[in-house]
């Protein structure tokens, strides 16, 4: 990466390397970039080195200007990429940039971690100043559950803007008995640090010292900002006291994921082998539906409510090329609303949308073919 490109989520380790398919796979990983106001370039890279050995990076696609050269799909939705690609590369990478005159927003997962507090002595803690992807914080979580380490507030999300400003970590409202070590009641990352690292786990250490040897709990609030306090802030509880056990009494916030991590796993989930899912739990549309789909919305049309109005509805239609090249348009449509649309409302949802075309055919051989409430 250049002084200004930013990793926006996990490198993501794929495999058989270099297995190819019949038709296109879809991998999904989650990421930190701020769409809402589309000030972003970005690229999605991928490398074809051995997995053991460090990766040769090269420019997979150029979102936003593909060409008939460029050999993969990428849709990128708040929160999640999706990649449509044939031949499997060992790793994947989402970086990005500010657009010219911009300033790119990457979102911020912060975490303030612990082990339990003890009867005496002091008291350290770990700010984590992650991106906002669910792998990257469970990471983190694991490795400091091996060390004694707890959440102690549920994690916050700060948006972090290109505009060379450093990241500030502030203790406020310590509890009376405690004191900041060393008198650092702030601290600062620089903004290389945060935007230009592709480093892991960064956070700040903070050392409480306890200047009342009676006092059994402490109470404190860590405020965390980019450049100057007027700006965007969040707030950090830190509530710990001694247990009898040496353990924390408060359950630790949960990360809430949207969905289960691939490349992280207890060694607990290790062990025991789980059975392979079947077509029908992985997929909403059973072959046959598909099947039909594929014969009524293939033929292009003169009122364009075929699959090119159902790319256009389902807003995969930037690079419209790469479905117009494959066997059925319709089917690579579908293979990416199966991965981007993992909720319960999801068949109706699609019932809607082909409603909204004009597609009433469509719509039956939906409602005929698959179980699941008909939309009025």
Known sequence: MNAKQTLLGPVVAVGPHGLHF????????????????????????????HPNRSPSWQNLVLIGEETLNTTAYCQVDEGDCHVMVEHLSSRYALIGQSAPAMQAVKRLKLAVIAAPLQPSGDYNFRVYC?????????????????????MLDTPKILPFKDNGRDLCLSIEETLPGWKSRLGANFQEIPFHHVWGSSQTGLHCSFMMERTDPQIQMVTARIQVFQGSPEEERQSLNITASVSREGRMPQT??????????????SESDLAI????????????????VRASLRGCLDIPNVKGNDWRGLAKRLQVDRYINYFATKPSPTDHILDLWEARNRDDRAIEELILVL????????????????????VA
């Not at 469970?138 to 490795?143: K, P, R, T, W």
């Not at 994921?257 to 992280?264: D, G, S, T, V, Y």
């Open 22 to 49: 019949r038709k296109p796979v879809i991998v999904t990983f989650g990421h930190a970039a701020g769409l809402r106001e589309r000030n972003w370039e970005l690229t999605l890279l991928s490398s074809e080195s």
């Open 130 to 150: 992650v991106a906002d992807n669910d792998d990257e914080l469970e990471g983190v979580v694991q490795s400091e559950a091996m060390l004694g380490g707890q």
């Open 252 to 265: 630790t916030p949960s990360l809430r994921h949207k969905r289960e991590p691939a490349l992280l796993r």
């Open 273 to 288: 082998p789980k059975a392979p899912q079947t077509p029908a739990e992985v997929f909403r549309l059973p072959p046959a």
């Open 355 to 374: 409603k909204d075309m004009g597609r009433s055919d469509a719509c039956l051989l939906i409602e005929s073919g698959v179980s699941t409430p008909l």
